[in-house]
Protein backbone atom coordinates (compact mmCIF):
# COMPACT_ATOMS: atom_id res chain seq x y z
CA UNK A 1 0.00 0.00 0.00
CA UNK A 2 1.62 3.22 -0.88
CA UNK A 3 1.70 5.83 1.71
CA UNK A 4 -0.04 9.49 1.66
CA UNK A 5 1.47 12.33 2.20
CA UNK A 6 0.66 12.43 6.36
CA UNK A 7 2.11 9.37 6.66
CA UNK A 8 5.89 10.19 6.18
CA UNK A 9 8.09 11.41 9.09
CA UNK A 10 9.44 14.96 7.98
CA UNK A 11 13.06 13.24 7.36
CA UNK A 12 11.47 10.51 4.69
CA UNK A 13 9.42 13.08 2.97
CA UNK A 14 13.02 15.36 2.75
CA UNK A 15 14.64 12.37 1.08
CA UNK A 16 11.68 12.02 -1.41
CA UNK A 17 12.16 15.60 -2.33
CA UNK A 18 15.93 14.97 -2.48
CA UNK A 19 15.25 11.78 -4.85
CA UNK A 20 12.75 13.32 -6.94
CA UNK A 21 15.00 16.30 -7.29
CA UNK A 22 18.12 14.27 -8.38
CA UNK A 23 15.99 12.53 -10.78
CA UNK A 24 15.84 9.04 -8.96
CA UNK A 25 12.42 8.81 -8.77
CA UNK A 26 9.54 9.74 -11.36
CA UNK A 27 8.15 13.00 -10.32
CA UNK A 28 3.99 13.01 -10.65
CA UNK A 29 4.64 16.05 -13.36
CA UNK A 30 6.78 13.98 -15.09
CA UNK A 31 5.03 10.69 -15.13
CA UNK A 32 1.77 12.95 -16.53
CA UNK A 33 3.79 14.55 -19.24
CA UNK A 34 5.25 10.23 -20.64
CA UNK A 35 0.90 9.36 -19.96
CA UNK A 36 -0.19 12.24 -22.31
CA UNK A 37 2.41 12.17 -25.05
CA UNK A 38 0.31 11.88 -28.71
CA UNK A 39 0.63 9.81 -31.13
CA UNK A 40 -0.33 10.60 -34.55
CA UNK A 41 -1.50 8.53 -37.26
CA UNK A 42 -1.30 9.44 -41.25
CA UNK A 43 -4.32 11.03 -41.16
CA UNK A 44 -4.48 12.43 -38.23
CA UNK A 45 -1.28 14.48 -39.15
CA UNK A 46 -2.64 14.97 -42.71
CA UNK A 47 -5.82 17.02 -40.73
CA UNK A 48 -3.70 18.52 -37.94
CA UNK A 49 -1.33 20.20 -40.16
CA UNK A 50 -4.10 21.08 -42.99
CA UNK A 51 -1.96 18.75 -45.82
CA UNK A 52 -2.64 16.34 -48.28
CA UNK A 53 -0.62 12.90 -48.07
CA UNK A 54 1.59 13.56 -51.26
CA UNK A 55 3.04 16.59 -49.44
CA UNK A 56 3.45 14.39 -45.80
CA UNK A 57 5.39 11.40 -47.75
CA UNK A 58 7.90 14.49 -49.19
CA UNK A 59 8.21 15.66 -45.90
CA UNK A 60 8.93 11.71 -44.82
CA UNK A 61 10.95 10.86 -47.45
CA UNK A 62 13.21 14.12 -47.20
CA UNK A 63 13.90 13.77 -44.00
CA UNK A 64 12.21 17.23 -42.62
CA UNK A 65 9.62 15.52 -40.32
CA UNK A 66 10.27 11.49 -38.28
CA UNK A 67 8.55 8.95 -38.47
CA UNK A 68 7.93 5.30 -37.05
CA UNK A 69 6.51 2.72 -39.72
CA UNK A 70 4.98 -0.71 -39.31
CA UNK A 71 4.06 -2.34 -42.58
CA UNK A 72 2.12 0.29 -44.38
CA UNK A 73 1.08 2.28 -41.71
CA UNK A 74 3.29 5.32 -40.45
CA UNK A 75 3.35 6.81 -36.98
CA UNK A 76 4.30 10.26 -35.59
CA UNK A 77 4.82 11.02 -32.32
CA UNK A 78 4.54 14.75 -30.51
CA UNK A 79 8.25 14.93 -30.60
CA UNK A 80 8.41 14.50 -34.51
CA UNK A 81 5.97 17.41 -34.89
CA UNK A 82 7.51 19.64 -32.39
CA UNK A 83 10.92 19.17 -34.35
CA UNK A 84 9.61 19.61 -37.62
CA UNK A 85 7.76 22.83 -36.50
CA UNK A 86 10.50 24.00 -34.79
CA UNK A 87 13.17 23.50 -37.66
CA UNK A 88 11.17 25.44 -39.84
CA UNK A 89 9.81 28.42 -37.58
CA UNK A 90 10.71 32.18 -38.52
CA UNK A 91 10.48 34.89 -36.13
CA UNK A 92 8.81 37.58 -37.54
CA UNK A 93 10.99 40.38 -39.08
CA UNK A 94 8.44 43.41 -39.62
CA UNK A 95 6.96 45.13 -36.92
CA UNK A 96 3.73 47.55 -37.12
CA UNK A 97 4.63 50.92 -35.58
CA UNK A 98 1.59 51.47 -33.81
CA UNK A 99 1.84 48.64 -31.85
CA UNK A 100 3.21 48.94 -28.48
CA UNK A 101 6.56 48.14 -27.02
CA UNK A 102 7.04 45.54 -24.95
CA UNK A 103 8.81 46.77 -21.83
CA UNK A 104 10.75 44.22 -19.20
CA UNK A 105 8.54 41.56 -17.80
CA UNK A 106 5.50 42.92 -18.78
CA UNK A 107 2.82 40.91 -20.28
CA UNK A 108 0.72 42.30 -23.25
Request: aromatic residues 12%; glycine residues 6%; positive net charge.
Amino acid sequence: MKKKNSDFSEKELLEKILSILAGKEDSPVRAKQVCTRQLYSNKELMDLLQVKDRYLKKLRDNGYIGYSREGDKYWYTQDDVNKFLRKFHYEAFATNPNLPERKGGDVW
